[in-house]
């Protein structure tokens, strides 16, 4: 018997047509099933099933579902590269042996709650490389607890589906987990207290997203945290208040490299904690300026030799500024006194000028006057105005 059943047993059934069949017809096949289960385990169409290594594999064979009739031994299930679009608890019913799960390279658009609730002996999931929408607030429930490595790297959709994913990653009891990537995904902010709900997190994968800041209550909760990637984000530099949130995860070995760190005065906080946490930072001698282009591919290490530099030059800035003021205020001043002691000279050349206008102005007025009287004359203007015709 061991001799004969193989130990991959490939269906060759194809897509399972099921036509309404009559009863005796089903009944005929459930025997037949059974007898056939009883020397080969059966297997589900398009699946490889090695009973010794507890492997179910149905990979890149367009399913567009999760198949049935997976058998009970299963341990590692891979249904990866196909076409499935939704997963919910009736995909994974009876499979309490299953501990390693990878769904990773479908279409996967929707998790409903309590999807994998069922896996009981849950230990990793893998669903990278889907498109994620919508996440259900209790998705990634596992009762026990027992899941210990998720990975989305590669799998939201879009970066709206983060609000939904850090609803589920409280929700979904996920106290035991070690590791979480979320590489991939095109996350702009990562909303707060995300991960404040997983208190055994030990490695974190962020790398390959667009984070532009670190806030206060990012890595809030995290305080067994081991490793956090943060390569290949949006990280111009990392102000007080990120660095605040770096050193609450004292244990936690860094990645910083390819951010686009910007070398100006701003730079000086992040560039001497580097030099004091270049212990924990895996890649520190690495990390290089991206801007200004004079300071491209200058070490951000260097940067911070040159701080008491960029300090003075600041603060002398500020001083020549105050001083030029101050030097603008005096000398404007010194021109109203000159102008004023030149009036106080000329007082008495000015009191003549003053008459000599006052009696020009007296002579214009006569004229003017005598002048409006004249235009005002109804018979002339109309003589002028007829000689104009
Ligand atoms: C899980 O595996 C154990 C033995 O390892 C077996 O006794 C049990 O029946 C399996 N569970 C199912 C649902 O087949
Ligand atoms: C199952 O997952 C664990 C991590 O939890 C991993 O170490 C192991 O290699 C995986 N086994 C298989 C067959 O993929
Ligand atoms: C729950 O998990 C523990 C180990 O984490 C295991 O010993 C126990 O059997 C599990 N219980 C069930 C019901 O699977
Ligand atoms: C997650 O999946 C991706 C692609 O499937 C893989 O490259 C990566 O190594 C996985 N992450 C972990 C932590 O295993
Ligand atoms: C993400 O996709 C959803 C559904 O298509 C859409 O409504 C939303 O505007 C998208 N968000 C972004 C940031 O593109
Ligand atoms: C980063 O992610 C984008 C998709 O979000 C992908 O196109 C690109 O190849 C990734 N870069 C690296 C270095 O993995
Ligand atoms: C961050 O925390 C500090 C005090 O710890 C506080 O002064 C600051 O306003 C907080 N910033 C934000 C954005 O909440
Ligand atoms: C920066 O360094 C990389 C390799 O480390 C090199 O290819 C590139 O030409 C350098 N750029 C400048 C502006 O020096
Ligand atoms: C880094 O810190 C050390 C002391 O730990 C100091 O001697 C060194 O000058 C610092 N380097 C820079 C670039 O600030």
Redesign the pocket.
């Known amino acids: 018997m061991r001799v004969l059943s193989p130990s991959f047993s490939i269906s060759a059934l194809g897509p399972a047509r099921v036509s309404a069949p009559n009863m005796p017809d089903l009944a005929r096949r459930l025997v037949l099933c059974a007898l056939l289960g009883s020397v080969y385990a059966s297997c589900p169409p398009r699946c490889e099933c090695s009973e010794a290594a507890l492997t179910v594999k149905c990979v890149s064979r367009d399913l567009r579902s999760v198949p049935a009739g997976i058998p009970g031994y299963t341990r590692n299930l891979f249904i990866t590269g196909n076409q499935i679009g939704r997963v919910g608890p009736e995909s994974f019913k009876g499979l309490d042996n299953v501990t390693n799960l990878s769904l990773s390279n479908n279409r996967i658009s929707e998790v409903e709650s309590n999807t994998f609730a069922g896996l009981r002996a849950l230990r990793s999931l893998d669903l990278s490389n889907n498109q994620l929408a919508v996440i259900h607030p209790e998705a990634f429930t596992v009762h026990n607890q027992s899941l210990r490595e998720l990975n989305l790297s590669r799998a939201l959709y879009n970066h709206s589906s983060v609000t939904d994913l850090a609803t589920s990653l409280r929700w979904s009891s996920l106290g035991s987990l070690k590791g979480l990537d979320l590489s991939h995904n095109g996350l702009i902010f990562l909303p707060s207290r995300i991960f404040s709900h997983l208190g055994s997190l030990r490695r974190l994968q962020l790398s390959n997203n667009s984070l532009v800041a670190i ?3 990012s890595f809030s909760g995290l305080g067994r945290l081991e490793e956090l990637d943060l390569t290949l984000n949006a990280l111009k530099t990392v102000p007080e ?1 990120g660095l ?1 949130e770096l050193d609450s995860v004292p244990g936690a070995d860094l990645l910083l490299g390819e951010n686009p760190f910007t070398c100006s005065c701003g730079i000086e906080p992040f560039a001497l904690w580097l030099n004091r946490s270049q212990g924990r930072i895996g890649d520190a001698d690495g990390l290089a300026c991206a801007f200004p282009a004079g300071m491209r591919n200058t070490s951000v290490l260097a940067v911070g030799s040159l701080t008491l530099g960029c300090r003075q030059w600041g603060a002398g800035a500020d001083l020549a500024l105050q001083t030029s003021y101050v030097f603008l205020g005096i000398v404007l001043g010194f021109v109203g006194l000159v102008f004023l002691f030149v009036l106080y000279l000329n007082r008495k050349g000015i009191k003549k000028r003053i008459n000599e206008m006052r009696e020009a102005s007296r002579e214009l007025w006569d004229g003017y006057h005598y002048r409006f009287e004249v235009d005002s004359d109804p018979r002339l203007s109309q003589v002028s105005s007829s000689a104009d015709v």
């Open positions: 806030h206060n209550s208040e605040r």
